[in-house]
């Protein structure tokens, strides 16, 4: 068993649930964090930390303030095409995020997305912001690609969407097993991408070019 911290209970907040808000809470167990590790959050490098921290995580996690429809409403900007049934593909979007495990980073992430539109096509800096949005959320990899993949949905009406993801998971890097380098690939498959094998072999193509 790992050797517990040395905390000095006396230096620990307390506060009433009733009378705090959700930015106090956060302040309250930062610092309470600090000390329960054995630090001193009233030294000269930790007095602003709780802030900091707080302010990251408004920024981190601004995607836990919204819904995937909510997501969806916000970039809904589309523009009617024909129903040509072409492949589009928009690929290496940058995004990072928090695993939900352990609260640790998800890093050199890269999204990439495909979509037969059905009479739309969605703008361009859109799908990255929407990979962005839902990325910023305790997360699991695979789930990014389905909220991804749910939001391209009702935005563009069609559900023949592929959504490719990679990247390194620091609970994995880091701590654990200690692997750098090791990274993780998922794919989540809708509508034609499911069925269609030669559909998704024109899809990895595409990407792998870029």
């Not at 302040?27 to 000269?44: F, M, Q, S």
């Not at 995004?95 to 050199?108: G, P």
């Not at 991804?148 to 990679?166: N, Y």
């Amino acid at each position: 068993m790992p050797t517990s911290f040395k905390m000095d209970k006396t230096k620990l907040k307390q506060f009433d649930l009733e009378e705090t808000d959700c930015d106090d809470v956060i302040e309250t167990c930062i610092y309470n964090l600090l000390v329960a590790l054995g630090d001193d959050p009233e030294r000269e490098g930790l007095k602003g930390t709780p802030d900091r921290v707080r302010r990251m995580y408004h920024e981190v996690f601004a995607g836990m303030k919204l819904t995937n429809s909510e997501i969806a409403q916000r970039y809904n900007k589309c523009f009617e095409e024909g129903a040509t049934g072409d492949l589009v593909t928009i690929a290496d979007i940058p995004i990072f995020s928090y695993c939900e495990h352990h609260i640790a980073l998800m890093y050199s992430m890269k999204v990439h997305v495909g979509y037969i539109p059905k009479g739309k096509v969605i703008g361009l800096s859109k799908v990255a912001r929407i990979a962005d949005m839902v990325s910023r959320r305790l997360q699991l990899q695979e789930r990014i690609g389905a909220d991804i993949a749910d939001v391209l949905e009702q935005v563009l009406d069609t559900d023949d969407i592929i959504v490719v993801i990679e990247g390194e998971h620091s609970c994995m890097t880091a701590r654990g097993i200690k692997k750098p380098g090791t990274k993780t690939r998922t794919a989540t498959l809708r509508g034609l991408f499911k069925t269609d094998g030669s559909l998704r072999q024109e899809f990895y193509s595409l990407v792998s070019k870029t």
